[in-house]
């Protein structure tokens, strides 16, 4: 008889997931380090399932520190979400964070040219050691919005989230660079939007900054536990915001 159950549960390991999947796309601050909390620091993306009725829905978390919308493809990081998409699922994305360094420093290489626009350079990368085509923000943004359509997919683009940074008692927000470039891509490729980055900011406006602070135990841009699950609840709120967004159907009331 256990023989079986042990093959009957092995065909049924053997069976196709058959949910859609969101897959998470980023940097630090929507995974940081492995995802479980090391050094007090995490990313939204980890606690962004806790949302979802993940019996019909999967949800997946391949955001990786350090990564711009550049290095997230070069490094191949990205074919790997793409072999997986399927018709029905979903992308939502957030870079920015990374994308304002070098383009080709010898410590990391991951910065992009600033806008949306077609501008390009030729670098010599020393990471990979070969030689690159560098282009803007907005053209990497495209390319995952492009790519995940073309495999039947939902893409949707986050501003990045506020850092911690205050004026005259107010949070510096991104609206005239990355969360304004992402916006701007959305609208101009068809993809979902949300402007996290005001979301967040309001809360933190109305918290102040002896309180946010708080969620920033070593830097002005990576969150603790608490910090991170107001952001992916504030992702919730955006999605929700969305009309006529199917995925929203998955959310936990």
Excluded at 111 to 117: C, D, L, S, Y
Excluded at 200 to 214: E, F, M
């Amino acid at each position: 008889m256990y023989k079986y159950l042990f093959l009957l549960f092995g065909l049924f390991a053997l069976v196709p997931d058959q949910r859609p999947t969101l897959y998470i796309i980023g940097d630090s601050t929507v995974k940081n380090g492995k995802g479980k909390g090391d050094g007090n620091l995490w990313g939204w993306g980890s606690f962004l399932d806790q949302s979802f009725d993940t019996t019909q829905l999967a949800v997946r978390n391949y955001a990786l520190g350090g990564r711009s919308s550049r290095t997230f493809i070069t490094e191949g990081h990205w074919d790997k979400v793409l072999s997986q998409l399927k018709p029905g699922d979903y992308v939502i994305m957030q870079f920015g964070h990374n994308d304002g360094g070098p383009l080709d420093d010898t410590a990391r290489a991951r910065g992009t040219i600033k806008g949306i626009g077609e501008d390009s350079s030729n670098i010599y990368n020393p990471i990979l050691k070969k030689n690159e085509t560098v282009h803007t923000y907005g053209w990497y943004m495209r390319k995952y919005v492009t790519d995940a359509k073309a495999k039947g997919a939902t893409a949707i683009i986050c501003s990045p989230i506020p850092r911690n940074m205050f004026k005259d008692g107010k949070v510096l927000r991104a609206n005239n660079d990355y969360g304004g470039w992402a916006q701007q891509t959305a609208t101009a490729t068809g993809a979902r939007f949300i402007d996290l980055n005001a979301i967040i900011a309001d809360q933190y406006d109305r918290l102040g900054p002896d309180k946010v602070k708080d969620f920033f135990p070593g830097d002005h841009t990576h969150t603790n536990e608490a910090g991170a699950k107001l952001n992916a609840n504030a992702v919730v709120t955006g999605l929700r915001q969305i009309n006529g967004l199917i995925l929203t159907r998955y959310l936990k009331p």
